[in-house]
């Protein structure tokens, strides 16, 4: 077990895996289901993600999604503000944070609240159990 803070670990994980994204659209890493594992394995089994649009996504859905996408946004830049914690406990921690995608003169923006479960055999020893989006305006 880390000595690092739950949810420190979960401000990590955020930083770490929106890094991997933006390198992962942009195509800079190879398309192999290896290099998608730094995505896919941080996903619980039971992970759901509640999309901006409503649409409720399972972790096989969205794994395959993401995989397809790769290279297909050869200029977007990705930034997250710092991850906010609104519950910690043993196991679980809840929280927020933004996202920003721009693609060229476009700029999207994104409220996350995620829920985290403590998963030591993950990079950060955290793992995505539910994330719900909601636009923002810029």
Same mark, same amino acid.
């Given at each position: 077990?880390?000595?690092?803070?739950? !949810?420190?670990?979960?401000? $990590?994980?955020?930083? =770490?895996?929106? !890094?991997? &994204?933006? /390198? +992962? &659209? *942009?195509?800079?890493?190879? @398309?192999?289901?290896e290099? /998608?594992?730094? &995505? !896919?394995?941080?996903?619980?089994?039971d992970?759901?993600?509640? @999309?901006? %649009?409503?649409?409720?996504? $399972?972790?096989? #859905?969205?794994?395959? =999604?993401? &995989?397809?996408?790769?290279?297909?946004? %050869? =200029? *977007?830049?990705?930034?997250? %503000?710092?991850?906010?914690?609104?519950?910690? #406990?043993?196991?679980?921690? /809840?929280? $927020?944070?933004?996202? +920003?995608? %721009? $693609?060229?003169?476009?700029?999207?923006?994104?409220?996350?609240?995620?829920?985290?479960?403590?998963?030591?055999?993950t990079?950060? #020893?955290?793992? +995505? *159990?539910?994330?719900?989006?909601? +636009?923002?305006?810029?």
């Amino acid at each position: 077990m880390t000595d690092t803070p739950l !949810a420190e670990q979960c401000a $990590t994980e955020v930083d =770490d895996l929106h !890094a991997f &994204f933006e /390198l +992962w &659209f *942009v195509g800079e890493l190879p @398309q192999r289901r290896e290099e /998608l594992a730094r &995505f !896919a394995d941080v996903l619980a089994e039971d992970f759901r993600m509640i @999309q901006p %649009s409503g649409l409720t996504r $399972t972790r096989e #859905g969205i794994t395959t =999604d993401v &995989f397809d996408a790769h290279g297909a946004r %050869s =200029d *977007v830049t990705i930034e997250t %503000s710092p991850f906010e914690p609104r519950h910690v #406990g043993r196991e679980t921690c /809840l929280g $927020t944070y933004e996202e +920003w995608q %721009s $693609t060229g003169d476009d700029r999207t923006g994104r409220l996350a609240t995620v829920l985290f479960r403590r998963a030591p055999e993950t990079p950060n #020893g955290v793992e +995505w *159990v539910h994330l719900h989006e909601t +636009w923002l305006e810029d």
